[in-house]
């Protein structure tokens, strides 16, 4: 018969006088404690270098202490989402794989006033730069994704944690507005339903952190093709080499016009180009193993840095920075996200398919983009494969035969590629199951089944039928039947494990730190 489902430890002090220093002491004819003796004999010159390294360890304490406070009082913070919430559970900053948003802020308040008035940026600001840091497990590779300001992106739902005020989404929106009015934790949220990943951290600074960390630095060496001259930036440069810093630092990042054909790609280009400049020459001056260099950086950018509460203290930033100093230049890439004219607006950008889910693929699947034919390490967080106790194997009374077209089943797309969900419920129609339902999910990198109260020989079956592995069907008491969560791994056909080798885009790398490049003038800026 056809069955359904219900849808539903010290001892007494010792006396005084007791003590070997007590008793000695009441006995006159021995004259002082023999635990004072060695003091009144000690040679002058002990005492002096006694004296010496008391006050070197006391003033290195307190020029330690000095610098803690100080650069803790610089940090300030900001909260990391702004309604969206994590799947994933807290990360360990010295091993775990990383992800920091990197933002650079347009507003004109305090020391940025010259660059414009404050009806220039209002709310917390527009981001003028947004890229996102994503650092290895394994500490030898760091991936450095641009998103172009004029992006064209869906922003989810967001909460002004200052001021409570809620905001709807919006579709279609310039990706550089997504922190203007909920501040900067609603980009992150952005990102994230952007991407599929989690971001772990966000950094933000503004205009006066580059002109003070290029001074820091003693300049950052940029070259173009040619000579040129933007008015609106007010950026100068020769053809050729030069080294940047204070003002000129800043008119190279900012320009819009000076670079390939004026727009914002080219802008992308010359902020990794100086990215890269910057990384090559912290490595070979050996920055990142000088404690007074590095305190005379940690000093300017914690003044000019706002961090999420994670990232808002001074020992988890070194943390962070002792991760880095050891990684290969040549395994720090610069990409951008791929791009076209978006059909809506031939003046903004929208994301080129399937060059974007293939980039946004091998993110969550932490790919080598430098070489994706690196194998990966997974992280265990990206496994889920039960505990033995927990597979639907288990000894357990037979269940009586069900009728498949009973059984609500459904599809989370977890996979990154839009409509994805759509081909898999057609497999399980054609295989039976018809109750089906689909819905977009959080990315994540590894497909599952998971199956409520009652359901694990109809996971089973379902699991089958797609080809994924019976280790990766997991009970889920919260689940109505059974949900078929895709991921990264699964982003074509209708057999788990066939066609998942990475692709991505040729060139997709715009180029590593390793890498000295020329910026190519926009002709009309060419000056002779």
């Known amino acids: 018969m056809a069955r359904g489902r219900d849808k539903n430890e010290f001892g007494a002090d010792a006396p005084p006088g007791s003590g070997?220093?007590?008793?000695?002491?009441?006995?006159?004819?021995?004259?002082?404690?023999?635990?004072?003796?060695?003091?009144?004999?000690?040679?002058?010159?002990?005492?002096?270098?006694?004296?010496?390294?008391?006050?070197?360890?006391?003033?290195?304490?307190?020029?330690?202490?000095?610098?803690?406070?100080?650069?803790?009082?610089?940090?300030?913070?900001?909260?990391?989402?702004?309604?969206?919430?994590?799947?994933?559970?807290?990360?360990?900053?010295?091993?775990?794989?990383?992800?920091?948003?990197?933002?650079?802020?347009?507003?004109?308040?305090?020391?940025?006033?010259?660059?414009?008035?404050?009806?220039?940026?209002?709310?917390?600001?527009?981001?003028?730069?947004?890229?996102?840091?994503?650092?290895?497990?394994?500490?030898?590779?760091?991936?450095?994704?641009?998103?172009?300001?004029?992006?064209?992106?869906?922003?989810?739902?967001?909460?002004?944690?200052?001021?409570?005020?809620?905001?709807?989404?919006r579709s279609g929106v310039m990706i550089n507005e997504a922190m203007g009015e909920a501040g900067i934790g609603c980009a992150v949220d952005t990102v994230n339903k952007l991407t599929g990943l989690e971001v772990d951290h966000f950094m933000m600074a503004d205009f006066n952190a580059v002109k003070e960390l290029s001074n820091a630095v003693g300049g950052v060496d940029v070259c173009v093709s040619d000579a040129i001259y933007d008015p609106d930036s007010r950026l100068r440069l020769p053809a050729g080499t030069s080294a940047v810093q204070g003002e000129q630092a800043l008119a190279f990042l900012r320009t819009r016009h000076a670079f390939a054909d004026g727009g914002d790609l080219g802008r992308i280009q010359a902020q990794q180009g100086f990215l890269s400049s910057l990384t090559r020459k912290i490595k070979d001056e050996g920055t990142l193993t000088d404690p007074a260099k590095m305190l005379k950086i940690a000093d300017v950018v914690t003044q000019n840095l706002t961090v999420d509460d994670g990232l808002a203290s001074v020992p988890t930033l070194l943390t962070i920075g002792n991760r880095l100093k050891d990684i290969d230049v040549s395994k720090v890439a610069f990409v951008s996200v791929p791009t076209t004219p978006a059909v809506s607006d031939p003046n903004r950008l929208e994301i080129a398919e399937p060059a974007g889910s293939q980039l946004f693929s091998a993110l969550r699947k932490d790919v080598d983009l430098t070489d994706p034919t690196a194998p990966t390490s997974p992280s265990p967080t990206d496994s889920a494969s039960p505990s033995p106790s927990a597979t639907p194997t288990e000894t357990a009374a037979p269940l009586p035969p069900y009728d498949k077209a009973l059984q609500p089943v459904s599809v989370a797309n977890g996979s990154g590629v839009p409509g994805r969900a759509q081909e898999l419920v057609q497999a399980l129609v054609t295989g039976g199951f018809s109750q089906t339902a689909q819905f977009e999910a959080q990315a994540v990198s590894q497909s599952a089944v998971y199956y409520g109260t009652n359901f694990a020989d109809v996971a089973t079956d379902v699991a089958a039928l797609l080809g994924i592995p019976a280790a990766q069907v997991i009970p889920a008491p919260g689940v109505t039947g059974v949900q078929v969560y895709v991921g990264s791994d699964f982003t074509s056909g209708t057999a788990y494990g066939a066609g998942t080798q990475t692709e991505l885009p040729k060139d997709i790398v715009n180029q590593t730190a390793g890498d000295a490049r020329c910026q190519q003038a926009n002709p009309e800026l060419i000056v002779r």
Request: hydrophobic fraction near 40%.
């Open 20 to 169: 070997p220093v007590s008793r000695h002491a009441n006995q006159a004819g021995l004259g002082a404690a023999r635990h004072l003796g060695p003091i009144r004999g000690m040679p002058g010159w002990l005492k002096v270098v006694t004296a010496v390294v008391a006050v070197v360890l006391v003033g290195g304490l307190a020029f330690a202490g000095f610098w803690f406070v100080r650069l803790q009082n610089n940090i300030s913070k900001a909260p990391l989402n702004a309604g969206g919430t994590g799947t994933e559970g807290p990360i360990n900053d010295a091993t775990g794989r990383m992800q920091i948003l990197i933002l650079g802020s347009d507003t004109r308040d305090g020391k940025n006033a010259e660059y414009g008035t404050s009806d220039d940026s209002t709310g917390y600001g527009k981001s003028d730069v947004m890229m996102l840091m994503d650092i290895s497990e394994d500490n030898k590779r760091v991936s450095v994704i641009s998103f172009p300001r004029d992006l064209l992106v869906d922003i989810p739902a967001c909460k002004d944690s200052k001021t409570g005020r809620e905001y709807p989404a």
